[in-house]
């Protein structure tokens, strides 16, 4: 009796952290994406260095959240199957088909224009390059979208 609660229990911790580290960095990858956007825009319309300067600091912390967000969520999915298997069997119907969606649409488009916008500022043109911000930033509300 004991040590299955202390396994549930333990399950139970490992996925409150799980799921209380990858709460942080969409919510700041879906912020930093709209900002990195205006950032880019100002300095385009503006033509002023110190958004772009703005626009290269804050790019890199993005680039930092993006992937630790897209990590902790690949753990927390697979934590759905391994810690509440019964559980992902009656919800799986419903919840599957929009983690695909979300799979499909947002994070494809984030991450197909992901490495225009991190390493082609100097190989394509800046409005490109703006454009490539402006989907990213779009492909995080849509992944936004689908996930709540």
């Known amino acids: 009796m004991f040590d299955q609660a ?3 229990l333990l399950a139970r911790i490992q996925f409150a952290f799980t799921i209380s580290f990858h709460f942080i960095f969409p919510a ?6 709209s900002f990195l956007a205006v950032l880019e825009g100002l300095w385009l319309k503006t033509g002023k260095a110190l958004y772009l300067d703005l626009f290269k600091y804050w790019l890199k912390i993005f680039a930092i959240t993006f ?7 690949i753990v927390m999915s697979y934590q759905f199957g391994t810690n509440w298997s019964v559980f992902s069997d009656k919800a799986g119907p419903v919840i599957g088909p929009l983690m695909a969606y979300e799979v499909l649409t947002a994070f494809f488009l984030e991450a197909g224009f992901l490495g225009v916008m991190l390493f082609g500022m100097n190989k394509v043109g800046p409005r490109l390059h703006f454009m490539a911000t402006l989907m990213v ?6 992944s936004a979208f689908w996930i709540l």
């Open 67 to 73: 992937a630790m967000g897209v990590v902790s969520g």
């Open 137 to 142: 930033a779009a492909g995080t509300f849509v």
């Open 6 to 8: 202390d396994a549930l």
């Open 28 to 33: 700041f990858s879906i912020g930093l994406a």
